[in-house]
């Protein structure tokens, strides 16, 4: 018999949930007894050894609302503190097939749900629901290792599909059932299957893979799952612990074009752009940002511990010059930027016209095939974009032949996202070029060091000491494109001469801009 070692609240919870339906069967013994199971996700986490606040308890015979209503009653009888329920009504599109209630117990946030059984027909995911027992309970979830049971009442773990515990300790993802038929019935299981398998590293069962290698799922995926479905299983992979395993897998198993696809409305590639390239960089890309940000992680580690250790500062590029830059509150960002801009690298050269305006592809995938935030395209743009101006620049302050103004425009334009900016020019300069980790830190560290020696680490957040405002009325211009062009002017100023004073550049801009823009 397998056991599960619960904390002290966890042990609280399940005797208190025992007691409810003993008392429930008190008050109607013509009532079966009831069994409670906690499912899923909690019981594949503590078998894992991992902590787990997420508690779903599945019942029989009674719906997740009414034993919640058990519950809040028993809570209240015992002078427990009582929250009220949510009740969570069906939602398919967010893959919540069955109405669930939620509620506060012993202050931690429990799901109650019946153990169910689905049918599908052939022309949509969204099954028919009925009471189930709990083989047909776990045979309906979408792995094994997440169709595990722990029995509150007799505090084991029950694997009705007989391959839960086995597939946990082989470190395997499987479906319970005949993939093509799951993957059928469900086409979202197929990128539940890739997240799983890459957040926990473990391997695809081969029938599994050859299933979703199947055309005829591939294009259930596209014709049922909506996109926003398809991005927030992205965004978790790219977020997760192993992203690289997941862009692995989406590209090996045929996936990418399915899943970062051109939108289907009426858009047309500009044929002026440059082709789309090849799926497996976003694999080669994705491998170069992790390589480097586990270097800037290392280095930001030790700079914390104050160690001394010379390898982990020739290999970082920007931690050991601007320290926390790349700490535990700001790496999980930076790195979900630097690893969604490695997936979509495959478009970072084409454009498109969209509503009659040309625009970069991937915007458009952004938008309408992941359905991400349109923030996430504006940055992935940006990377993409700024990644060979990084790279000549970064030559140059190699050559020690860089100087303020430009190195200060560059920073400047990359915003307060300008270290995330150097290190994915850099890993795109070991993409291209076939370079060494050791030979590009060198080079993109040289970068670094000349933007701390010219003190522009901030220089995004500089403000023009001359506002156009001022400028207007020195000149005697209306506001307009000239006046964007002043101001472009008075920062170059500002940054060629950091100790100028106010006046200096009033000067500045009644003496030689007022002569530029007079012969324009």
């Known amino acids: 018999m397998v056991t599960i070692k619960l904390t002290e609240l966890e042990q609280q919870i399940c005797n208190l949930l025992e007691d409810v339906t003993r008392h429930i069967h008190e008050q109607d013994p013509s009532m079966p007894q009831l069994v409670l199971r906690i499912a899923g996700g909690w019981v594949r986490d503590k078998l894992l050894g991992h902590g787990s606040h997420d508690i779903d308890i599945a019942v029989d015979h009674m719906n997740g609302y009414e034993l919640a209503q058990h519950v809040n009653k028993y809570l209240k009888a ?16 967010r893959s919540k097939h069955l109405e669930t209630a939620t509620t506060s117990v012993l202050g931690l946030s429990v799901d109650f749900v019946n153990l169910r059984s689905e049918t599908y027909n052939s022309d949509s995911r969204i099954p028919q629901m009925e009471f189930g027992t709990p083989l047909e309970d776990a045979l309906r979830r979408d792995i094994t290792i997440n169709a595990l049971f722990y029995n509150i009442h007799t505090r084991a773990v029950e694997d009705f599909t007989g391959k839960g515990l086995q597939d946990l300790e082989a470190g395997i993802v499987r479906t319970p059932l005949d993939p093509f038929r799951t ?116 280095a930001e580690a030790e700079a914390e511990a104050e160690s001394e250790d010379k390898q982990s500062r020739r290999d970082s590029i920007v ?59 504006t940055v992935t743009v940006a990377l993409h974009k700024s990644a060979a101006a990084i790279a000549a620049l970064a030559q140059k302050c190699l050559d020690n032949t860089v100087d303020r103004v430009s190195l200060g425009r560059l920073i400047r334009g990359a915003g307060a996202m300008w270290p995330v900016s150097v290190l994915f020019a850099a890993a795109v300069d070991m993409l291209s070029s076939n370079a060494s980790l050791a030979d590009v830190s060198c080079k993109y560290r040289a970068f670094v060091s000349s933007v701390v020696e010219f003190a522009l680490t901030e220089a995004y957040g500089l403000k023009h000491i001359v506002d156009g405002k001022a400028a207007a009325a020195i000149l005697g211009i209306e506001p307009g494109p000239v006046l964007k062009q002043v101001l472009d002017m008075i920062m170059d100023w500002q940054l060629r001469n950091p100790g100028g004073s106010q006046e200096d550049c009033e000067a500045y801009v009644a003496d030689t801009i007022s002569k530029e823009i007079s012969q324009q």
Not at 255 to 276: C, D, G, K, Q
């Open 78 to 93: 015992h002078d427990y503190p009582v929250r009220a329920i949510a009740k969570i009504s069906q939602n398919p599109e």
């Open 183 to 298: 993957f059928t019935d469900d086409p979202l299981r197929v990128l539940r299957v890739l997240r799983f398998a890459s957040r926990f590293a473990y391997a695809v069962d081969p029938e599994t893979v050859a299933a979703i290698r199947r055309p005829e799922i591939k294009r259930d995926l596209d014709a049922k799952i909506s996109r926003e479905r398809v991005g927030t299983e992205v965004d978790k992979m790219a977020a997760g612990p192993h992203p690289l395993l997941a862009i692995e897998m989406i590209v090996d198993y045929g996936l990418y074009n399915t899943i970062f696809r051109a939108p289907a409305h009426a858009v047309r590639w500009m044929e002026s752009s440059e082709a789309m390239e090849s799926e497996t960089r976003a694999v080669e890309l994705t491998a170069h940002v992790l390589g480097l940000l586990e270097a800037e992680a290392e």
């Open 319 to 377: 931690a050991h010059l601007v320290p926390s830059t790349f700490d535990a509150k700001t790496l999980p960002q930076a790195r979900r930027a630097l690893v969604l801009a490695a997936y979509m690298y495959p478009f970072h050269a084409v454009s498109m016209v969209e509503n009659n305006r040309v625009t970069h592809a991937v915007n458009a995938v952004v938008r309408h095939s992941i359905k991400l935030p349109s923030n996430d395209g």
